[in-house]
């Protein structure tokens, strides 16, 4: 039987530079998963298709389960934990609890990294726009309803704060 | 599921990644954006012995116009293709179509390479390579070559390219100003692969449509030409016959296989309604503009 081959990586996981030895086999969530415990990124499918096991790699959301750890060499990777504790989703997050945006919780983590990309393009999408680009998460709870609610309230309120004359600085 | 063990070794250079492929043959699989590959792993569908990670080759990606065609590096992500000015402005069909292909996080890492080399029957860039008359590079140990879309696709899966060539990139002649394109495709759901689909182009002159150029996908083993609906188009005015003349002659051209999506009756039936959106778009964007 072939050997199991393994190859040492250095990569920013969460702003922290980390180095490791993998496995060449391994893809990127078990990698995030089983040897850094940061379990918030979620395995559904394993080939591609419902989007719980998405991170961001070099500023870009992909899926976890179709890039091999070995690949993320050299790489910058945000998972869930990672955006949560910078903050930039907060008001996302805050939203899909207001309106129940999430119930098992299980495709909670795919859906904010995937939205989180939508939100950083800074435009106001069309409640069509918005089910598109989300159209690679499953969620086998909501219905989606919520999802696309939670994401365009934030998209407005982000706008409207963006918009809103900043208070005058200094001395009059 | 979890992969089987493989070797794994990050390509250096186009050479080394061919000097892999010649030392390993069938045994060996470029990995591009792991978009397909990865799954067929995932599911132990396929056990190459040895993948070879072309991802750092960052002068295979990009597109560009050389004054003559457009060259789109096989690792041009899908992502890039949408965003692409050059790809927007000398190749309206690909720029209507890639939206099609897949999920924002897919498109993230997907190429146009892999979709080309892998010939998935559903896939939407090989269809629209076959539509445009675009030309395949490949290279190997033995040397450069470069094969017609039309000679490439060889059945489900199945093309020219040897197992010791790697695709290096596609050239694609720029649309012309006086023609108009439309790419239509029906799918479960936005970003699934296609059960029908149709990449279209033709000049249109007050209503009479010419050059018409009718490549189907999804519904068949591979990208397919419809010559005889082409030829029933070909400088006809866009109206009721026509339309009957060239869903008529469809049925001579098209083959659908018969499986899980639909049967071929069923399949023929879609093809044919979105031949009749295609055209009449093409029609009414040559009105507007
Ligand atoms: C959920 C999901 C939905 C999808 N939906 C669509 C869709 O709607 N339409 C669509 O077209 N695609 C779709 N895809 C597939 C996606 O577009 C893939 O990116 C594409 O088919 C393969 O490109 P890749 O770069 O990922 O190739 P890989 O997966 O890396 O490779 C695919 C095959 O091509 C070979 N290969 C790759 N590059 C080269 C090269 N340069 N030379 C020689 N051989 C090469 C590999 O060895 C492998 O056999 C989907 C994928 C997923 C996971
Ligand atoms: S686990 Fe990766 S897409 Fe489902
Ligand atoms: S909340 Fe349960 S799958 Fe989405």
Redesign the pocket.
Known sequence: MKTEETQEITCKVNGERITRLVPVRQHLVDFLRMDLQLTGSHIGCE???CGACSVRVDGKVV?GC?MLAVQADGQNIVTIEGLTDSGEVADLQAEFVERNALQCGYCTPGQLMTAAELLAEGEISTREEIRTFMS?NYCRCTGYHAIVDAIETTMKRREEASRAPRPAKGKA | MKAPKFSYVRAESVEHACKL?AEHGDEA????????????LNMRL?R?ALL?D?NRLEH?AGAIFNGKEVRVG??T??ADVMLSHMVAKYLPLVAEAIP????VA??N??????????A?P?????ACLLALGGRLV?QSVRGTREVAAEDYFHGLYQTA?APD????EALIPPQTSDERSSFKEL?RRH????VAGVAARARVKSGTISNVRLVYFGSEVKPTLAKTAMAAAEGKIWNDATAEAVSTALASDLDPMDNLLGKPATKLHWQRVLTQRALDDITSKAKAA
């Open positions: 080939h591609g298709v899926r179709l690679g | 492929l699989r470029i990995l591009a954006g792991g978009q397909s590959l990865i799954p067929t396929s190459p070879i072309i295979l096989t690792l992500r899908h099609h292909v897949a999920h897919v498109r890492r997907g190429t146009f390479g892999g979709s080309v080399a892998l998935d559903a896939a939407e860039m090989p490949l390219r060539e790697m695709l290096i799918s970003g699934d692969f296609a």
